[in-house]
Nanobody, 127 residues
Framework: QVQLVESGGGLVQAGGSLRLSCAAS????????MAWFRQAPGKEREFVAA????????HDADSGKGRFTISRDNAKNTVYLQMNSLKPEDTAVYYC????????????????????WGQGTQVTVSS
């Protein structure tokens, strides 16, 4: 199993940017999918973006399209989430997640399909 540690959260004004990082320890096989989720107070955990470790292909939720970009650095075992044009409604705890289920043709967007989770990093966007 891999262990995940997020960093990069913080307080930013609306319209600003943040880059979240997720450092993974352990061996990440080509069958891994890495993802970002977020959870705001009183709400369910929400899919943000996912990336396939093998080829870097990715899928974004509609909420972040055109503003958020997921990427990975294989050499550093790190996944990033670049967030631009942030809005107050982006305020949440952001979690990194991983699964080793291979690829079925569709991206894994359900939190229940991810087996490893980081501790989360708080992102607060002020208006």
């Amino acid at each position: 199993q891999v262990q995940l540690v997020e960093s990069g959260g913080g307080l930013v004004q609306a319209g600003g940017s943040l880059r979240l990082s997720c450092a993974a320890s352990g061996r990440i096989f080509s069958s891994y999918t890495m993802a970002w989720f977020r959870q705001a107070p009183g709400k369910e955990r929400e899919f943000v973006a996912a990336i396939r470790w093998s080829d870097g292909s990715s899928h974004d939720a509609d909420s972040g399209k055109g503003r958020f970009t997921i990427s990975r650095d294989n050499a550093k075992n790190t996944v990033y989430l670049q967030m631009n044009s942030l809005k107050p409604e982006d305020t949440a705890v952001y979690y990194c997640a991983a699964n080793n289920r291979g690829y079925s043709g569709l991206y894994y967007v359900s939190a229940s399909l991810y087996d490893q989770w980081g501790q989360g990093t708080q992102v607060t966007v002020s208006s």
